[in-house]
């Protein structure tokens, strides 16, 4: 059996793949990857499915061996830089790990989740279908938990093969205000909290997990009170309970909820919004929901698109690089007499 160990990893690194899906009428919180889309682009680099679970990092990174053969990963995302044995790595690129090998994970530096695939994925059991973990509920990860160190991930021997190859994209992203549709409870919302939720620019809060998202800024006037009949929850969902500030709702949200919702952010923007850091400016602009169908179209496309835009991976001419390859194609003697062309 081949493992990938932890020697050590920040308290929020987790397994997590697509999400629980279908479970959502009993309760059970759907989680998965903040951004889907930095965890398909690992996947792709060893040859995995979008949706397979992944090690997922927020804000801190960590460090990882081999042990009982060799692994093929790759780390995706917010900009975090990869070394092993303490030689830097070009970033999203496929990395093998030979046993005994060390993989350091540096901090993300321009976002907040990183991804590490490993080829073929982890030989975890899932619960209701997904490794995904959700810590309140204690489901999904490994035992029911988040990394730690000394933890040994399994994997499939079988998979580790193929030559290393390079991913020159980083993530889709439309520029500019995170995209929403408004509602399904704008109405609850004076006119004038409708256009500054509009106009205005809100900060990300320092409350801020999987589970939401608070923001500072402008309070939203509630027209109708706020509070409603508890109604189900999607990711991207806004929230404005009675102070006025919005919390979005993210990937291990509860279910339900009984605050209106004023607006909810399109799926191909979530994944840009998950990767804001506290502090960071943000602004909401609303589109139709003709517009929010075709660039999740868009991007389902982009994503589908990730293996064919693989190359192989450039490497270093180095001695020992030189050494290992063969290069030579024949021989030739200038002196040798030349031999007879019985075309002539």
């Known amino acids: 059996m081949t493992n990938l160990v932890v020697k ?3 308290p929020m690194t987790s397994l997590q793949d697509w999400g629980r ?3 959502q009428r009993f309760g ?3 989680s998965g990857a903040m951004d889907r889309r930095c965890l398909a682009m690992a996947n792709a680099l060893v040859g995995n499915a979008p949706e397979v679970a992944a090690i997922e990092f927020m804000n801190l990174g960590g460090s990882f061996t081999c042990d009982g053969g060799s692994l093929h990963v790759a780390l995706v995302g917010a900009g975090c830089t990869a070394s092993l044995d303490g030689k830097p790595l070009e970033p999203n690129t496929t990395i093998v790990l030979n046993e005994g090998d060390t993989l350091q ?3 993300p530096r321009s976002g907040t989740f990183a991804y590490l695939a490993v080829a073929g994925g982890f030989l975890v059991e899932p619960q209701l279908g997904s490794l995904s973990l959700h810590p309140r509920s204690r489901l999904g990860g490994l ?3 988040a990394l730690k160190a000394g933890d040994r991930l399994p994997c499939r021997p079988d ?3 193929g030559a290393p190859t390079h991913l020159p994209l980083e993530p889709v992203e439309e520029p500019g205000p995170i995209r929403v549709i408004m509602g399904p409870q704008d109405d609850y919302f004076t006119e004038e909290a409708i256009r500054t939720f509009l106009s205005a620019e809100f900060t990300i809060s320092p409350q801020a997990d999987r589970m939401g998202f608070q923001l500072d800024g402008p309070r939203l006037e509630h027209g109708r009170g706020f509070n409603i009949v508890s109604d189900g929850i999607v990711d991207g969902h806004i929230q404005v309970p009675g102070s006025g500030l919005p919390i979005v709702l993210m990937r291990d949200r509860q279910t339900a909820g009984g605050y209106p919702k004023i607006a909810t952010i399109i799926s191909a923007d979530l994944g840009r919004f998950a990767q804001m850091r506290p ?3 943000v602004r909401f602009r609303a589109v139709s929901r003709d517009e929010a169908v075709a660039a999740a179209r868009r991007q389902k ?8 835009a693989l190359v192989p991976l450039r490497f270093e001419l180095t001695t020992e690089h030189l050494l290992s390859t063969n290069l030579i194609g024949g021989m030739v003697d200038a002196h040798a007499p030349k031999i007879p062309d019985h075309t002539d």
């Open 8 to 10: 050590n990893c920040g």
């Open 21 to 23: 899906i279908g479970y």
């Open 28 to 30: 059970v919180s759907p």
């Open 105 to 107: 994970v540096g901090h």
């Open 143 to 145: 035992n029911g938990a």
């Open 159 to 161: 998979a580790q093969q």
């Open 279 to 281: 502090g960071s400016p």
């Open 301 to 308: 496309e982009w994503l589908g698109a990730l293996p064919s």
